[in-house]
């Protein structure tokens, strides 16, 4: 089974998943460890590893925005 890559502006994987910085450094795959990403689904929070393979293909798919916040705006 292939291994999801991480490609990116700032990282790049190699043939043996070795993380490679943009300035060169190579982090060997031995020595990264792994981050958990969660999401929120239907009001409670899950991990994108135990999606479905559609539901991955969503996540990956998705927009991040990031509203600038409107001084006259009262929370």
Same mark, same amino acid.
């Given at each position: 089974?292939?291994?999801?890559?991480?490609? /990116?502006?700032?990282?790049? #994987?190699?043939?043996?998943?070795?993380?490679?910085?943009?300035? /060169?450094?190579?982090?060997?795959? !031995?020595?990264?460890?792994?981050? #958990?990403?969660?999401?929120?689904?239907?009001?409670?929070?899950?991990?994108?590893?135990?999606?479905?393979?559609?539901?991955?293909? #969503?996540?990956?798919?998705? !927009?991040?925005? !990031? !509203?600038?916040?409107? #001084?006259?705006?009262?929370?």
């Amino acid at each position: 089974m292939k291994k999801p890559g991480i490609e /990116g502006e700032r990282m790049k #994987e190699d043939e043996n998943y070795n993380l490679i910085l943009e300035d /060169g450094t190579m982090i060997p795959e !031995k020595e990264r460890t792994k981050c #958990e990403v969660y999401s929120r689904v239907v009001g409670y929070l899950r991990p994108v590893s135990q999606y479905n393979a559609g539901k991955k293909s #969503e996540f990956r798919d998705r !927009k991040v925005f !990031k !509203k600038e916040r409107n #001084e006259a705006q009262t929370i």
